[in-house]
């Protein structure tokens, strides 16, 4: 099967049914791994066991805007190509990014507090993301408010786009401008900062986080197909309905 | 040369319709006078704590009064059959929104450039100070004009104004209320770093002026079609 066939929503359907157990389990499996390592992962000897707080925080953050990424593409998707399966891409991908920005920003500040002594600061970094969640929250407000799908899919590509912008700004604000978060860290000039024992761990996370964006991504994007059908069913019998009266 | 012709037409067009009855022109430099008259109630009349957040106040208040009148950019053309029109006119549409969002800031966000230092002396904002505040003003008004106008778009193809403009504007003009109060601070304390906050003011006016037309025309044309 070719990929360009997945642009069929019944044959993307199948492929999702075929797909999605296996996904998921091996999520289930890739999390357990990542869990027990991180668990085992020795203290850090400054920070002591907060450091493992960063399991969770990076692979999110991470998330977060991979989830972005997806959706700027997804628009594309929708403006170039007016792609329906483009558009429940989009839309299925930015709860989930938002609630990974959340979890980023939570396990971030729950960190903070005791490594640098308060709950949030207006730092670079910290802004950008807050702004990146910000972004989340208008475009899930852009579809709550459209009646049409199709119209507030377009709306939201257009925001989408504008607010791509902000990634490069997320990635080098702890470069251009230099605050309270670290540096990056793992992917820099000369090699990891940090020692394999935190840093294997963290890359497992790391992709088990990955693969539960895309479970859950190929999830509701399913869940979305399947609405709009209802949607187009009720619609349709509406009309029937309407036409059967005298 | 006919194309400037046009834009010019319908800027004048727009800012007539703007400061006669039933425009909003003056709707933003008032509304902007009441919230900062209602800031020293609201953290006491403490001359210096006022002259310490006043240009974070000027900047507030300008991002708020901006934020108000945006919707008028099209909704008003939109409800009267206008817009439609200007859409399926010769006029490639990037050029139409640009024509209306000149309109919309010499109407509405140079009145409050030009009474910010009235307000000022209400503020206890010193007057150099407040010379360099209205330069920061000058600078940064256009980027959420631009800024605004992508918000405008997109509220006016879903026909839902109000609140979700808001909320899908302001964090896109977070930068601008940054670099815009920073320089302003920064030529009260210290004047070298004023250059610097000033020159990415204009930058991102200068981005968002790129960016804004391009991306409000996209929505007015995919939303509304």
Redesign the interface.
């Known amino acids: 099967m070719a990929v360009i066939d997945l642009a069929n929503p019944t044959r993307f359907l199948r492929f999702v049914e075929r797909v999605l157990p296996w996904l998921a389990l091996l999520t289930l499996l890739v999390f357990a791994i990542g869990l027990y390592r991180a668990v085992n992962a020795p203290d850090d000897y400054q920070q002591g066991a907060t450091v493992k707080i960063m399991f969770l925080h990076v692979p999110a953050a991470w998330l977060g805007m991979l989830g972005w990424a997806l959706m700027s593409i997804a628009a594309l998707g929708t403006?170039v190509w007016r792609h329906p399966l483009a558009d429940v891409a989009g839309k299925a991908a930015a709860p989930i990014g938002a609630a990974f920005t959340l979890i980023c920003l939570i396990t971030g500040s729950l960190w903070g507090r005791p490594t640098w002594g308060t709950y949030w600061v207006w730092d670079a970094r910290l802004?950008s993301v807050l702004?990146l969640f910000?972004?989340y929250?208008?475009v899930l407000?852009?579809y709550w408010?459209?009646e049409d799908p199709g119209?507030?899919a377009?709306?939201a590509?257009?925001?989408t786009?504008?607010?791509a912008?902000n990634l490069p700004i997320i990635k080098f604000s702890v470069d251009w401008w230099n605050t309270l978060h670290q540096p990056a860290s793992i992917l820099r000039m000369g090699g990891s900062a940090i020692d394999s024992s935190i840093l294997w761990p963290l890359l497992i996370m790391a992709l088990a986080f990955t693969l539960l964006f895309f479970t859950l991504h190929l999830a509701a994007m399913r869940n979305e197909i399947l609405r709009r059908r209802v949607r187009a069913l009720r619609l349709m019998q509406a009309q029937q309905f309407a036409e059967a009266r005298p | 040369m006919q194309l400037m012709t046009a834009f010019a037409a319908l800027m004048l067009r727009d800012m007539r319709l703007a400061v006669r009855v039933g425009g909003g022109a003056l709707m933003g430099a008032l509304f902007f006078l009441v919230v900062v008259v209602m800031v020293p109630f609201a953290v006491g009349p403490d001359l210096k704590l006022l002259a310490h957040i006043g240009p974070a106040i000027l900047w507030l208040g300008a991002l708020l009064a901006s934020l108000l009148t945006l919707d008028r950019i099209f909704a008003l053309d939109h409800d009267d059959g206008s817009l439609d029109v200007l859409m399926t006119a010769s006029l490639p549409l990037e050029v139409t929104v640009t024509a209306k969002a000149v309109a919309h800031w010499l109407t509405t966000e140079l009145p409050l450039v030009v009474i910010a230092p009235l307000l000022g002396l209400m503020l206890n904002i010193e007057p150099r100070a407040m010379a360099s505040l209205v330069l920061t003003l000058l600078a940064g008004t256009p980027a959420l004009t631009f800024i605004g106008l992508i918000g405008a778009a997109l509220s006016v193809a879903l026909r839902r104004g109000g609140l979700l403009l808001a909320v899908l504007v302001l964090p896109l003009t977070i930068p601008v209320l940054i670099f815009g109060v920073a320089a302003a601070e920064a030529a009260m304390a210290e004047p070298g770093r004023f250059a610097a906050a000033i020159t990415v003011l204009c930058a991102l006016s200068l981005i968002s002026f790129v960016i804004g037309p391009f991306a409000a025309a996209a929505a007015l044309r995919y939303g509304l079609e």
């Open positions: 403006l802004t702004v910000l972004l929250l208008g407000a852009l408010t459209a119209r507030g377009r709306a590509a257009v925001l786009l504008v607010g912008i």
